[in-house]
């Protein structure tokens, strides 16, 4: 059994991501706090027992009610934690909200959880789930590879980003706000800038982002350009890499989380290959067309989190086989 190492709070606690870094917590020896909304966009009460029956979660596992509109809602969760892992992130676009909507209730729920930080007197350091969205819109030619020096371009996306520029541009406001925050208030913050996020879920749903990703398998066509040359991260490292970086004293800013990039060329062939039987859509008429090199975007570089001591588990092939497996056990394949 490992040593107790202290309470620390995750914040999204039913998400795709922070499912996976509540797991991998309560292994790791930590108790965690975590708080999710209990009710979902449709009115129903959340199902969280895949949370709830992860192993040792009887043990090391409290759920809170809160939500990022009323930021009250985080103290107690936070309340003699050692550290924060702030993963959740309003998803709500789609009832009505425009990017501004959005951007600002990010923004404020966010400020609202760092300022219970503070006010706990017992956060040691805050690790903050952001995107590579938020360094790669900025009109860097494609041929270009960068890092954790780079932003975002919110008038960019705008104008050149046909895909996603909502969450890209919440994502970017939402970083600056933050680190801005932790500068001007003395709190140690460590930001993740994860790629694509793929693999297993822990959760019955099959998440957006895997659901994106798996176009070829889901026959999808028109999710293509996305895929055009696209990075990708395994989920359980992704969640290994927060927690790494909240154990590793010397963390410091921002952290690019990527594995590997992959041209829709190379995807193609190790899917069509490997999975035969989803008769995947050829990707000829979209390699033709004039989609194919307006979406290239710049490269990213992990150099500064494999700085660390940090190393990635899994490579592409491992991150559809998992995603695949798990989706034939929950019946979405």
Avoid at 132 to 153: C, L, P, Q, R, Y
Wanted: with cysteine.
């Amino acid at each position: 059994m490992e040593m107790e190492k202290g309470s620390v709070c995750v914040t999204g606690g039913t998400g795709f991501l922070a499912s996976w870094i509540i797991k991998r917590l309560v292994q790791d020896g930590y108790s965690v706090n975590t708080t999710v909304r209990s009710q979902s966009h449709s009115g129903s009460r959340k199902d969280v027992s895949y949370l709830t029956n992860l192993p040792l979660a009887s043990e090391r596992l409290k759920i809170f009610d809160a939500d990022l509109s009323k930021p009250e809602t985080f103290e107690a969760p936070i309340k003699g934690c050692i550290g924060v892992f702030h993963v959740a992130h309003p998803m709500d676009l789609g009832s009505d909200n425009s990017v501004e909507v959005v951007t600002e209730k990010s923004i404020k729920g966010s400020l609202g959880v760092l300022q219970a930080c503070v006010d706990s007197k017992t956060i040691k350091k805050v690790v903050y789930t952001s995107s590579v969205s938020a360094v790669m819109f900025n009109g860097e030619k494609h041929t270009e590879i960068i890092g954790e020096e780079s932003w975002s371009d919110v008038d960019y996306i705008r104008t050149q980003v046909k895909f996603g520029a909502w969450y890209h541009i919440s994502k970017t406001l939402t970083e600056k706000a933050i680190l801005e925050f932790g500068e001007k208030e003395g709190l140690d913050i460590v930001t993740v800038l994860p790629t694509f996020i793929h693999g297993p879920f822990l959760g019955p749903r099959c998440p957006q982002s895997v659901r994106d990703v798996m176009a070829m398998i889901f026959g999808d066509t028109h999710m293509y350009p996305m895929l055009r040359r696209a990075p990708f991260v395994h989920v359980d490292d992704v969640a290994s890499a927060h927690i790494h970086l909240f154990d590793y004293p010397n963390a410091k800013g921002r952290y690019i989380c990527s594995k590997t990039e992959v041209p829709i060329e190379e995807l193609y062939k190790l899917l069509s290959t490997k999975y035969p039987e989803y008769k995947i859509p050829n990707i000829d008429s979209f390699l033709k067309s004039e989609d194919a090199e307006k979406i290239m975007f710049p490269s990213v570089s992990s150099k500064k989190l494999l700085g660390t001591g940090f190393q990635y588990k899994y490579g592409i092939e491992e991150m559809f086989d998992d995603a695949i497996e798990c989706c034939k056990r929950n019946n979405i394949l």
